[in-house]
Structure formats: structure tokens, C-alpha cells
């Protein structure tokens, strides 16, 4: 059975931090890319960060460059988001996702070629 459960979320000041983590099972872990998306109020789930199963040049959308940082532990099969300097625009549900295109080699920011979610954890930042 394919779980993917996230935590860390909560309430914080702007410029303070959280780590996300995501912890996978039922698959194949180092065979999937990950991706970290936000679903934000009365708007569509968007891609923050991607990483390839194996961890090089990951993705980060503009807005979250030089802030966020993503990682993933293959030997604990967990997805990171480690995210600094935290603004009230980043409020959001945050989501991780497995995308198994081209055995994980392959960096996807399109929601529809994920093929595993997690329930997300809420973020909240406050002024």
C-alpha cells in the first residue's frame, strides 16, 4: 500500500522556518521523482520544489529560490523541504507527490504526472 504522509507544518512569524518531511512507503522510493506543491485558498495547487530520485539539480519555482531548500534520504525514504525565511505569501496546504516518469530520472512541475499524493500539512504565516 503506497503511503505518503507528511508533517512539520504550523504557524510561524514571517522570517522564521520550518522543515517539512515526507515519509514514503509502498514503492519504489529512489526509482520516483518527489515534488513539494502548495495549494493556497480559493487557488489551484501549484509545483514549490523537485528532485530527481537521484538528488541533483533540483527544480524550484521563482518565488521560493534562495529560500527553500529540498532534499530527499533514499536510505530513509523521506522528502525534505526545508524552508527559511518565511512569508505570508508561502501560506498554504503543502503537498509532496511521487512522479514515477522515466524511473525518477525525469523532472516534472505538471500536477497530472505525479502519480502518488500525500494529505498535505498546513503552513501559516504570519505577519
Known amino acids: 500500500q503506497v503511503q505518503l504522509v507528511e508533517s512539520g507544518g504550523g504557524l510561524v512569524q514571517t522570517g522564521g522556518s520550518l522543515r517539512l518531511a515526507c515519509a514514503a512507503s509502498?514503492?519504489?522510493?529512489?526509482?520516483?521523482?518527489m515534488g513539494w506543491f502548495r495549494q493556497a485558498p480559493g487557488k489551484e495547487r501549484t509545483i514549490v520544489a523537485a528532485i530527481r530520485g537521484v538528488d541533483d539539480n533540483p527544480f524550484y519555482t521563482e518565488s521560493v529560490k534562495g529560500r527553500f531548500t529540498i532534499s530527499r534520504d533514499n536510505a530513509k525514504n523521506i522528502v525534505y523541504l526545508q524552508m527559511n525565511n518565511l512569508k505570508p505569501d508561502d501560506t498554504a496546504v503543502y503537498s509532496c507527490a511521487a512522479s514515477s516518469l522515466y524511473g525518477g530520472t525525469y523532472l516534472t512541475v505538471m500536477k497530472n504526472e505525479y502519480d502518488y499524493w500525500g494529505q498535505g500539512t498546513q503552513v501559516t504565516v504570519s505577519f
Open positions: 509502498g514503492f519504489i522510493f529512489s526509482k520516483y521523482s
